[in-house]
């Protein structure tokens, strides 16, 4: 034990994060979250609700103060939530931040080693969350997410590796971008970059030192966690899901991040989680290519999900991915397959498999990147990586965007941000809308083995993709499940690339076929396609009486 | 402890089976093994020795008794095989079996908690093995298979659920096409089979008892294991692995197998074990479409793993086969994933996929079967199957062969074996050969993600499959890889239909092209494949000066 100092503690004080997601963010704008300015005594459910208390700042706080909060509210069914880590933030400053998942009076108690931060109690209220609050996001349905509020989650995300270690216009330009586009999700690393087109310093960096390598691994840069936050509550208004990188293979050896000691990674893992689990949008992504950090062994990523596991007390979603070795998604401890595959999602077939296979969401979090690179990773035509989004939809599964256009070399749309230039962010977002409107328990493969193209909910909603076939026309045709006659279904013919929707007048009916596999109609009407690639069909049942 | 009863032992007699495979099985001719005529004191590596003893008959030897021995040999390094249960085989006989695993002087001494079958002594030598034994299969090269004397095995398998159910002539026809055909693998049912075309009572049932299912599930009957026994040194002779299904749903509550209570399914698999694992051929399948066994959990399969992996000494090859459900083949008691997928060969992309997930081998145990049912598993023209087979091999996994051709309804060979009518075996057996004379490491693929076409080991050897595709001819390219040049190739143009290999003048000089990512020559030579499908490239490396 270290011997005990002498302070003040000057204010216990209550900051409500509101995180409301917004539609759009004006690109000249700051949003005025993460800041300490609000003070209150009242959170939103799903808010932040901070304490703040001064305690000591001599010797090493980040390793010599251990602090904790137990929260309760009135209901005495509730699950109190105990063992809520807090944080040292510099400065004398101790923070334990909680994310209330129920709304009404709410008590804590602080636990700590050091005396003068032990024991404080206070009392806050939680109210109803704003309209654009839905909520964490969670597993729901076996392959598919939804918000805690009960809406449905649907991942659309990009990739903007290092966005938070450029420049400030640059960080405002890319926030501008994300405002005016589909995606809700952003892959996004911790740790700066050093890769290609990435050898630059970064502005702040996550521990005390000298760069490029001369850190104290005990020792936390508050600022650089604090600019990781408010980014992600930046995110968190755009309602966008902000899935943090937590190591990544991109180092070089230049700063060292990527083979920290282990005591160095595992306190690094218990400060962020202490720091960030209160955001609502976080999401832990254990690693980009865990495969490539040669210093660390696969049990070394057991041991990080462990840490994670017990730490996040809202279970926040947890995934790692891959470059060439897949991790054990099996592990209950892996909530989704958070999957790099370069050619999985060129077939619908290959993409449905890891459904079987893992029994939990799919998420090909690295299909390659529209662009223009000479690696071949970095230059799918746009035409191509929607074809890939429309594949992992028709799958039961989902698929992250990337965009790699070198004209300007500081500003790769997939790790520095700034400016969305391809084509395929537009059809992205339609086929976002398509799905959104779609049915809220997701899309699933309808007659996997047999029917490739068709996806939906069986006898109610199907989306038959075409994608790189050229059908002049389509013979009405579904796969069969046990339904009641009579079996009404509309139509609407969908151009993927050109983004319309065409609503075909009248209604087919139709019977089982003899061979008792197939719907079809008497007169075996068709559908005109047109002769075109990346067509698509959207066919609902009609419930109305004939 | 039930009252010690008087009787007394006639003589401990060591039988070696030898096993021993034969190029081909005269039709007529009842292979002479699993006899106890044969004693000796002698046996072959990796052959079946086993103790025969004189024990109790009265109460219920198969419960009230245990049994066991162990094995030691005069090396003292060797690791001594300890607990190699016995079993009671019925008329007061008691036997251990064993199988060698080193040449040379071997002793043993029985533990028993019956003091007559206590304590029992006695030597034997383990001579060479035979030229066509090569010991037992196990994985091998993380994604392929051995036999313990280092010979390569590549599983070229077909499925005969029922043929050990069906009467003594069409047993001996089974053996009799087996011998002449490519497959060195055959699935087969422990228990019999209730189910279309399947709806006869067998004549010996593994339980005391009257069918078709009033059974006392804590005796066994012993007749029915040595019929089992004597299938399976059957296909040994033949040099056919026998991939035990140990469990199935094919049952309809008919006699009940499918859903015995755990301790009688526990007691059955260490009876069988116990029976069984000295047969060097054996694997152990813990189910067929282990899913639609609706009576039984995930944790009782786990529960049998568990059973088998601890009890069988040798470590047989361990697997599980599903419907729809995959179940956990992460697990290390699984040595190799054995699946069912309808359509996971249809494209070496799918293929592939389940390598990279659980890198052990993949085999594919049901892929749709070569026939002419109505139902759309037991339909595929022969031309797919082979397709299929082909696609296997290049994804760097194996596929297994069944037939359904339905005009006569008790021979159908899926179930019954008999008479193999198809056009796909011939096919199956000459990839069977160009397998055998490849890399003894077992074809993988040579560059994921990008080139499916291609596999083979890297800068050696190459396959390169066009499937369905119909080129006329095809411009000498390869996936690069590290290698020093020269780099000079040979091509042998293969009709995997028409089961001709051509081998091309003249050697390919090639060089690495501008992008690095592949091999190509100088004046862009092409190779006629002449527009047909079904065509495939062996390009072998030539390591001559030039």
Not at 99 to 118: A, C, F, H, I, N
Not at 220 to 248: K, T, W, Y
Request: a negative charge.
């Amino acid at each position: 034990m270290k011997p005990l100092h002498n302070f003040t503690y000057r204010i216990v004080y209550l900051v409500a994060l509101t995180l409301a997601p917004v539609a759009a963010l004006a690109a000249d704008k700051q949003p005025n979250v993460a800041r300490e300015s609000a003070k209150s005594d009242q959170v939103e459910q799903w808010g932040v609700f901070e304490i703040a208390l001064k305690g000591p700042a001599d010797g090493n706080p980040f390793v010599d103060v251990e602090l904790s909060a137990s929260f309760t509210n009135g209901d005495a069914k509730a699950v109190p939530r105990s063992a809520i880590h807090g944080f040292y933030d510099g400065d004398g400053t101790y923070r334990i931040r909680f994310m209330p998942d129920k709304q009404g009076p709410w008590e804590y108690v602080t636990t700590s080693t050091r005396k003068e931060l032990d024991g404080r109690r206070g009392k806050f209220t939680v109210i109803a969350p704003a309209k654009n609050n839905h909520g964490p996001v969670s597993v729901r349905n076996t392959y598919h997410f939804g918000y805690a509020d009960g809406t449905p989650y649907y991942p659309f995300g990009t990739t903007c590796y290092a966005w938070i270690h450029q420049a400030d216009d640059a960080q405002k330009e890319t926030l501008a971008a994300l405002a005016k586009s589909p995606f809700n999700k952003v892959r996004m690393l911790v740790f700066p970059k050093w890769y290609a087109y990435n050898r630059r310093e970064p502005s702040v960096y996550p521990f005390e030192g000298t760069p490029p390598n001369h850190w104290d691994l005990t020792r936390f840069n508050p600022e650089f966690f604090r600019h990781l936050e408010e980014s992600v509550a930046q995110l968190g208004e755009l309602g966008i899901e902000a899935d943090l990188i937590l190591f990544h293979p991109y180092d070089e050896r230049h700063w060292g991040f990527d083979h920290m000691p282990a005591d160095a990674d595992d306190r690094y893992l218990r400060y962020i989680v202490a720091r960030l689990s209160a955001y609502r949008n976080v999401w832990w992504s254990l690693a980009n290519e865990y495969d490539l950090l040669r210093a660390k062994s696969e049990s070394d990523w057991d041991r990080f999900f462990e840490i994670i596991a017990r730490d996040d007390p809202y279970g926040h979603l947890r995934s790692i991915h891959n470059c060439r070795l897949i991790y054990n998604q099996t592990s209950p401890l892996v909530t989704h397959a958070s999957i790099q595959d370069g050619a999985a999602v060129e077939d619908v077939g290959r993409a449905e498999i890891l459904r079987d296979v893992y029994r939990k969401p799919i998420v090909y979090d690295e299909v390659k990147y529209e662009g223009d690179l000479d690696q071949r990773w970095g230059n799918l035509k746009p035409e191509e990586l929607v074809f890939r989004f429309w594949n992992a939809i028709i799958a039961g599964t989902y698929a992250t965007h990337g965009e790699t256009y070198k004209a300007q070399p500081d500003q790769v749309w997939w790790s520095h941000g700034r400016v969305l230039q391809g084509q395929s962010p537009a059809r992205i977002g339609f086929l976002r809308k398509i799905i959104e409107k779609g049915p809220p328990e997701g899309i699933n493969p309808i007659d996997p083995w047999q029917d490739m193209r068709t996806a939906g909910k069986r006898g109610e909603y199907y989306l038959i993709y075409f994608g790189k076939e050229t059908p002049k026309d389509w013979t009405f045709e579904l796969p069969a499940t046990k339904l009641a006659e009579p079996l009404d279904f509309r139509v609407d013919v969908i151009d993927t690339w050109n983004m319309t929707i065409t609503p075909l007048e009248g209604v087919f009916h139709c019977t089982l076929r003899p061979d008792k596999y197939r719907y079809a109609c008497e007169n075996r009407p068709t559908v005109d396609l047109g002769g075109k690639p990346y067509m698509a069909l959207r066919v609902t049942r009609v419930h109305s009486d004939r």
